[in-house]
């Protein structure tokens, strides 16, 4: 997804933020640019992602922050500050996107498929992208393939095992959770 500082964006975990590279009037100093974050408007609590002088970064809450993402939708307001070797320093306007969950009816799509069914394709897949060599390509929905619905948004062979038991266990193992 390409979100740009004024528009105003509806995505899913990651998405890409872009902006244009500037330069220094005195052209021996390299810019360096920080990509700032807030969930308020005035950046109260905000945190900061050094990016060197790249011009893109793929925003993942959990990589980005070290917290559990969010649920439900959530706006997210950022601005890019580029310095130079002198830390001399200029914002860009404020952007902001929102977060909205892909996940719906019960966790368990793992695939994403457009009947939103869970069934053995869904563990195949899981499997595939945690164990394959080379691995799968990563579920487009975490809270999907976050099956049991643990707090921390992980998948791992506990999700696998739990679609297991819910598909082909005698009894049956619990419904997944419901998205959040």
Known sequence: ILITADDTTFA???????????????????????????TDSIFLESFAVPLAQDTSYSFDFQTTSRRPAPTGSVDYYWKVQARDDWNAASSSPTGVFRVSSCCTGIRGNANFDIEDKVNIADIAYLVDWLFGIPGGPQP??????????????????SDVTYLIRYLFGMPPGPVPPSCP
């Not at 899913?12 to 807030?38: A, E, G, K, M, R």
């Not at 487009?140 to 062979?157: F, L, Q, T, V, Y």
Request: hydrophobic letters at 25%; glycine letters at 4%.
């Open 140 to 157: 487009s929905c975490r809270e999907e393939g976050n099956a049991n619905g643990d707090s921390e948004e992980k998948m791992s062979i």
């Open 12 to 38: 899913s975990f990651p998405c890409l933020l872009q902006w244009h590279s500037t330069s220094d009037p005195n052209p021996d100093h390299v810019v360096s640019y920080d990509l700032i974050l807030s």
